[in-house]
């Protein structure tokens, strides 16, 4: 385990706010005034130096409002969420109008439309999964569907949605919705949630809040699904605060996952079946009051993060590296960080140990939310802003 300090605490919430209101504004009445659409295409390049290479950075596009999750298709193009409750397909440069047939969503506070992946037979069946804050009795709670999608004449929308994931308890409380979706190799699918705002949620093992989730992608339990006493059995592992970043690692050979603290306790995590991961018994954060939280830093039946931030940087989208246009990158998780609007490369020796980090694009871009690898090897990043991007992030040398 090991541990980074920082000079800044962190809060899940827009950095200079005011600001980027004033920037949005402008935006708008600039468009509004040549005639053009508020989705627009952009093509801006910039080169930054790092440790080991020099990266070009060239915005795709930008136009989304709080953009939020992003998968690539088989065809070259990728699927990207909004928010507000909007999907659009991203092709050579441009957005498509939004997908018809998304269900509706609670977009209220971090709820919304929020992670989207592809299946892994999307050839064959054209078949999409999404996250989403789902409306409800008393709220809403995190809940995640199956859609085919269907792009015809230029129109694309969702067919035969059937929701294969809901929170069964449902909270009128804006925050930690968590919500992100993996696939492991094995078919199987994660599903991250957040404790909603209420710590107690994460250690009640009859609650799917503050917990990983590993279903069949019809929505059915897989038969080899821990079964620790008392525990519901779509639960992975418990006991986390609200993990906002997860990807399938293949030198951890299994799920690699990021999740907020409060003040400080930001962890890098792998999650293992029926582990509880200690929130709000154990965390190296305190609360934002400055109190303590639990009982400390560790306690008996409960796991360590594989690494910490203190204070915090607010992590998101999470990737491992293994692609080949940055082999110096190979088996380093790259994280983004809304707080600090960076990128962090967790640089990893050959037995899979973190043991340095670099930070990149620190402010160059707003809030990094999601973080993903295309096939060409390249690492497409999203800004959460409401003027957000899509960032290309490629070798200048």
């Known amino acids: 385990m090991i541990s980074v300090t920082a000079s800044v605490p962190c809060k899940d919430?827009?950095?200079?706010?005011?600001?980027?209101?004033?920037?949005?504004?402008?935006?708008?009445?600039?468009?509004?005034?040549?005639?053009?659409?508020?989705?627009?295409?952009?093509?801006?390049s910039r080169t930054f130096k790092t440790d080991t290479i020099?990266?070009?950075?060239?915005?795709?596009?930008?136009?989304?409002?709080?953009p939020w999750g992003l998968d690539f298709l088989p065809d070259g193009s990728a699927v990207v969420t909004e928010r507000p409750g909007r999907m659009r397909i991203v092709?050579?440069?441009?957005?498509?109008?939004?997908?018809?047939?998304?269900?509706?969503?609670?977009?209220?506070?971090?709820?919304?439309?929020?992670?989207?992946?592809?299946?892994?037979?999307f050839s064959a069946s054209g078949t999409i999964f999404f996250s989403f804050s789902q409306p409800g009795k008393g709220g809403a709670g995190t809940a995640v569907a199956r859609a085919r999608l269907v792009r015809e004449n230029g129109k694309p929308r969702l067919e035969d949605v059937d929701v294969v994931f809901s929170m069964a308890r449902k909270t009128g409380k804006g925050q930690h919705f968590g919500s992100r979706l993996v696939f492991h190799p094995d078919g199987t699918l994660f599903i991250t949630t957040g404790d909603r705002g209420e710590g107690d949620r994460a250690q009640d093992k009859k609650?799917?809040?503050?917990?990983?989730?590993?279903?069949?992608?019809?929505?059915?339990?897989?038969?080899?699904?821990?079964?620790?006493?008392g525990w519901l059995p779509e639960l992975w592992s418990k006991g986390h605060r609200n993990v906002?970043?997860?990807?399938?690692?293949?030198?951890?050979?299994?799920?690699?996952?990021v999740e907020h603290g409060a003040k400080g306790g930001d962890e890098v995590n792998q999650p293992q079946p029926g582990r509880n991961y200690g929130w709000p018994v154990i965390s190296y954060g305190v609360n934002y009051s400055g109190s303590k939280i639990g009982v400390g830093t560790a306690a008996k039946g409960y796991e360590q993060p594989v690494y910490y931030w203190d204070p915090s940087i607010a992590p998101s989208g999470l990737a491992s590296y293994q692609g080949s246009m940055f082999p110096?990158?190979?088996?380093?998780?790259?994280?983004?960080?809304?707080?600090?609007?960076?990128?962090?490369?967790?640089?990893?020796?050959?037995a899979g140990k973190i043991v340095g980090e670099e930070r990149i694009l620190e402010g160059e871009f707003g809030r990094i939310r999601d973080v993903k690898v295309a096939p060409d090897g390249s690492v497409w990043l999203l800004t959460d802003e409401s003027n957000g991007?899509?960032?290309?992030?490629s070798r200048a040398d």
């Open 91 to 121: 092709r050579n440069g441009t957005l498509s109008d939004p997908i018809q047939g998304v269900p509706k969503v609670w977009a209220q506070g971090q709820g919304g439309l929020l992670d989207v992946v592809a299946a892994p037979d």
């Open 244 to 257: 906002q970043g997860a990807a399938f690692d293949p030198v951890w050979n299994g799920l690699a996952t």
């Open 54 to 66: 020099n990266l070009q950075a060239t915005t795709i596009v930008d136009g989304l409002e709080h």
């Open 389 to 393: 991007a899509i960032v290309r992030l």
């Open 328 to 350: 110096e990158w190979k088996g380093d998780l790259l994280v983004g960080s809304l707080k600090f609007e960076l990128l962090v490369r967790l640089d990893r020796d050959q």
């Open 13 to 44: 919430q827009p950095n200079a706010y005011v600001r980027r209101m004033f920037q949005s504004l402008h935006l708008l009445i600039a468009l509004a005034v040549v005639g053009l659409p508020t989705v627009a295409t952009a093509a801006e």
């Open 207 to 229: 609650d799917s809040a503050g917990a990983v989730i590993r279903i069949d992608p019809d929505g059915s339990v897989p038969k080899d699904n821990p079964k620790p006493d």
